[in-house]
């Protein structure tokens, strides 16, 4: 009926009211906390114009007293990074059992062994010396040519590493054709056939990576990254690899960034059913921290309201930089 036996406003007309009928809940144990963890003589990380805490390096024990305070503060789980002291042309630390993300798993896990949760980001770009996510056949500027397909042997490899130092959850990242399937393959012949695979399958060349390569030390050295990551305009693209991800035996799919793309969230989430991550990635963090900080906007209410926007597209699970600020917001 319209207006004015229909009035819209009646059910937001105190707390109580917007509280009984709110369609979207934010948990904290909703939330990923990503982690960046360096050896021992790896280079330090550029300084930046901006305060971003949640960016900063850390130590082995550095990660695990964070992680304990991710536990304390209710948070899901946390997203390992690893920064190698030595790269190479085909990124050996990311697969070396005694490599800086195994250790750091290993010492998680034993000092936290109720949680939380342990991911472990698969990809090779943090340990090539030219920063791409594959094996490099030719560096000239533009594009690169990356081997897909010698690149699959790394990455199963190097998921098959941290299942074995107990990860719980391992995340391939790097966009290759194929990655989900070798992946499965080679974990289920090593014998981790309960190591759920949580694939970026949503990936996009994005304007909003720049903190987290400055954290990481993943700049590419030439070129870019659009030969294998998707373009922003291409949405059904992006749905497709998402459905591939799925035929090749992923347990949850990722769609990163976010805050542009709740139209992917939700697309996914529809046509494939399963949980669904989305990564509110560095950039997006900063922009928040920036407004923050010249007055612009309340964090917190930002925050909490990006948050529970992407809850609302689709999003069972959100990896974020605000996680731990969340949560204390949220209890």
């Not at 900063?56 to 209710?74: D, F, P, T, Y």
């Not at 800086?100 to 936290?112: C, D, S, W």
């Not at 964090?299 to 609302?312: M, N, Q, Y």
Request: proline fraction near 6%; glycine fraction near 10%; aromatic fraction near 6%.
């Amino acid at each position: 009926m319209a207006y004015p036996h229909t009035r819209m406003r009646r059910l937001r007309a105190s707390a109580g009211l917007r509280g009984l009928v709110r369609e979207t809940g934010l948990r904290a144990e909703q939330l990923v906390l990503p982690l960046f963890v360096a050896e021992a003589g790896a280079p330090p990380a550029p300084e930046g114009p901006l305060e971003l805490p949640a960016l900063a390096r850390l130590s082995i024990s550095g990660a695990v007293e964070r992680a304990r305070e991710a536990a304390q503060a209710g948070l899901g789980a946390v997203l390992v990074f690893g920064v190698p002291a030595h790269k190479d042309a085909e990124g050996s630390g990311a697969y070396d059992d005694e490599g800086i993300v195994a250790l750091t798993v290993r010492a998680l896990k034993q000092a936290l062994p109720d949680g939380p949760l342990v991911i472990t980001d698969v990809c090779l770009c943090e340990y090539t010396d030219h920063g791409h996510c594959g094996v490099a056949r030719e560096t000239g500027p533009h594009p690169p040519t990356i081997d897909n397909d010698a690149t699959l042997e790394l990455l199963a490899r190097t998921a098959v590493s941290h299942a074995r130092a107990g990860a719980d959850i391992v995340a391939p990242s790097d966009m290759m054709d194929g990655r989900v399937g070798a992946l499965r393959a080679e974990l289920d012949s090593e014998g981790y056939t309960d190591t759920p695979i949580l694939a970026y399958s949503a990936k996009f060349a994005s304007a909003f990576y720049g903190p987290f390569r400055d954290a990481a030390g993943s700049t590419p050295a030439f070129g870019d990254r659009r030969s294998y990551q998707l373009d922003p305009a291409n949405g059904a693209q992006a749905l497709r690899e998402a459905v591939l991800d799925v035929g090749e035996g992923a347990d949850m799919l990722m769609v990163k960034p976010a805050l542009a793309y709740g139209d992917l969230i939700a697309a996914v989430k529809r046509e494939t059913g399963l949980p669904v991550a989305a990564y509110n990635v560095s950039g997006e963090y900063a922009m928040v921290r920036a407004a923050a900080a010249a007055g612009a906007l309340d964090e917190r209410e930002a925050v909490l309201e990006i948050l529970t926007s992407l809850a609302r597209a689709g999003a069972d699970t959100i990896v974020t930089y605000h996680a731990l600020d969340a949560a204390h917001w949220l209890a």
